[in-house]
Nanobody, 121 residues
Framework: QVQVVESGGGLVQPGGSLRLSCAAS????????MNWYRQAPGKQRELVAG???????NYADSVKGRFTISRNNANNSVYLQMSSLKPGDTALYYC???????????????WGQGTQVTVSS
């Protein structure tokens, strides 16, 4: 089984910065894409940013130029550096890891419990 744990959320003023971290652990054979999603109250969960195992990245239009995703394959971690934060970025942020737990296993999506980001003055 793969465990996914996020950290780094909190309360920040508009224009401020936060860095989210996510670590995958447990029975891991291979990790493919690693993504950050978010869900605001009353809204659907949306993809914020993703990074492939080869390092290619993609971003939601709403965060381009403000957020940067990166990963460390050596310790199965992914990070989200968030800058110029806006009240509209307020949401529960989830880490998503696509992985195989052992050779021959089906590739599955694993999710963390989420970390709250609140942007408010």
């Amino acid at each position: 089984q793969v465990q996914v744990v996020e950290s780094g959320g909190g309360l920040v003023q508009p224009g401020g910065s936060l860095r989210l971290s996510c670590a995958a652990s447990g029975s891991i054979f291979n990790i493919y894409a690693m993504n950050w999603y978010r869900q605001a109250p009353g809204k659907q969960r949306e993809l914020v940013a993703g990074v492939t195992s080869g390092g290619s990245t993609n971003y939601a239009d709403s965060v381009k130029g403000r957020f940067t995703i990166s990963r460390n394959n050596a310790n199965n971690s992914v990070y989200l550096q968030m800058s110029s934060l806006k009240p509209g970025d307020t949401a529960l942020y989830y880490c998503n890891v696509q992985a195989r737990a052992f050779p021959g296993a089906v590739r599955r999506n694993y999710w963390g419990q989420g970390t709250q980001v609140t942007v408010s003055s």
